[in-house]
């Protein structure tokens, strides 16, 4: 017979600590908002603006409930294992287990055969987004120390010229894309590798000097979504943001006519250089930047 230890008292400060915790979980529970609940749904992705990054959400999702079962199952495991064989005021200790084959072979392969189920998707998906297929239309971007160019190369608005906006390190440029047309980005980069992200397209690709890296995305619905340099190219990084905004086709032609008549028309592709970037507040040169 073990001894009886006596039965500790739960302290008020902790019983007041568990039901303001409960309170305060529940409280945040029942309290969000339908766009927080989708939020969470999504894993705090943002909603899907082309039809490619679906099948990322998805795969990002099914990530979450593949780890989050595999969690539950291994906490489950350890917190039953340290309430059934907990000390109970004896020295009975319970039976040792050493060499347990088909468990070993059990927790050798699972693993194994869950990080191949993950990659198996992950080398689908990643090829399915690196295909080029011929696009409706092509923006060859520009990323420079420290922001970003774009040059509508194949818009017949501008007699075979190239349609171009630009900005600086003090103006952040718009990427304007017309809604349900495929676009093919040609990304270049004159200096140091950067990274063209836009968020809610949940895709980004590398900017590499003497490379060009090209990506096609359809995107499918119209709003206004951030761009960002997603690679640390330099002191100014935090400054490459980008607008994208996904409009309408009639939108798009008068956004180009504009651009056109506002003289944002060149022979040649803008390829970076002093047209493209000039950091405003440090050198001389106090460059407006794509504004009109
Ligand atoms: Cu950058």
């Given at each position: 017979m073990g001894v009886q230890l006596p039965k500790r008292p739960v302290s008020p400060w902790r019983r007041l600590a568990l039901v303001s915790a409960l309170g305060s979980g529940l409280l945040l529970l029942t309290s969000c908002s339908a766009e927080v609940r989708d939020e969470w749904k999504r894993g705090?992705?943002?909603?899907?603006?082309?039809?490619?990054?679906w099948q990322i959400l998805e795969f990002w999702q099914w990530s979450w409930v593949v780890a989050l079962l595999t969690g539950a199952l291994v906490w489950g495991l350890i917190f039953w294992v340290i309430w059934r064989y907990?000390?109970?005021?004896?020295?009975d200790v319970p039976v040792q287990t050493r060499y347990n084959l088909p468990l070993e072979i059990f927790y050798t392969i699972a693993p194994m055969i869950m990080i191949l189920v993950l990659f198996s998707h992950t080398v689908r998906i990643q090829h399915d987004l690196t295909e080029i297929p011929e696009a409706d239309h092509t923006v060859v971007v520009v990323g420079q120390q420290w922001s970003w160019t774009f040059n509508?190369?194949?818009?017949p608005v501008a007699d075979g010229k190239n349609v171009y906006e630009f900005g600086t390190g003090s103006y952040i440029p718009t990427l304007v894309l017309p809604v349900d047309e495929s676009v093919r980005f040609e990304l270049h980069s004159p200096d140091v590798i950067h990274s063209f992200w836009i968020t809610g397209f949940l895709y980004k690709e590398d900017v590499i000097p003497g490379r060009v890296n090209e990506f096609v995305v359809t995107p499918d619905k119209e709003g206004t979504y951030s761009g960002k340099?997603?690679?640390?190219?330099?002191?100014?990084?935090?400054?490459?943001l980008f607008n994208v905004e996904v409009v309408s086709r009639e939108e798009y032609d008068a956004y180009l006519q504009d651009r056109i008549e506002a003289g944002?028309?060149?022979?040649?592709?803008?390829?970076?250089?002093k047209e493209a970037t000039t950091q405003a507040g440090l050198e001389s040169d106090t460059t407006e930047g794509g504004t009109e």
């Open positions: 705090a992705m943002p909603e899907p603006a082309t039809k490619e990054a907990r000390r109970r005021h004896d020295d509508y190369v194949d818009e340099c997603a690679e640390l190219c330099g002191t100014y990084h935090s400054r490459m944002f028309v060149s022979d040649d592709v803008i390829l970076g250089g």
